[in-house]
Each structure stands twice: as C-alpha cells, then as structure tokens.
C-alpha cells in the first residue's frame, strides 16, 4: 500500500459575522489552524452590508497560501 501526500498549496474560506468584533475572531481562529498546515494569508476581502431593517452583516473571504522557505 503507497501512500501520496500532498501540501495544500492555496486555500479560500469565507466568514461572516453579524459585527466586526465577531468576524475578526473568526478569522484569527482559522488563521491559527491554518498554521498548522503551514499556510499564511494572502490576501483578505471584505464587505459590509445594510439589510432594509438597518442591521448589518459583515463577511469577508481569506486566501491563504503555503508559507515559502
């Protein structure tokens, strides 16, 4: 039996939270676990958005990529 493993090179995951506060603790926690996969943030994107009752909704994406060197 062989086994092949192979590095996860690149890797999007999306959040969304219903305050900044609750995003940012969403996306800390997963940049941890990423770590030990040895992947770091790329790039993060995020938005804001108001319903027509005036709450709002954030959500963001993060592209994290295998750490180099």
């Known amino acids: 039996m062989n086994f ?11 959040f969304e939270a219903q305050d900044l506060t609750g995003l940012e603790k969403k996306i800390n926690e997963q940049i941890e676990h990423n ?14 958005h ?11 994406v ?3 990529k295998l750490k180099k060197g």
């Open 35 to 48: 770590k030990a996969i040895m992947l770091q943030v790329h790039h993060v994107g995020h938005q804001m």
């Open 62 to 64: 993060v592209h994290f």
């Open 4 to 14: 092949h493993f192979d590095m996860i090179e690149d890797k999007v995951e999306f």
């Open 50 to 60: 108001v319903d027509a009752d005036g709450r709002k909704f954030y959500s963001a």
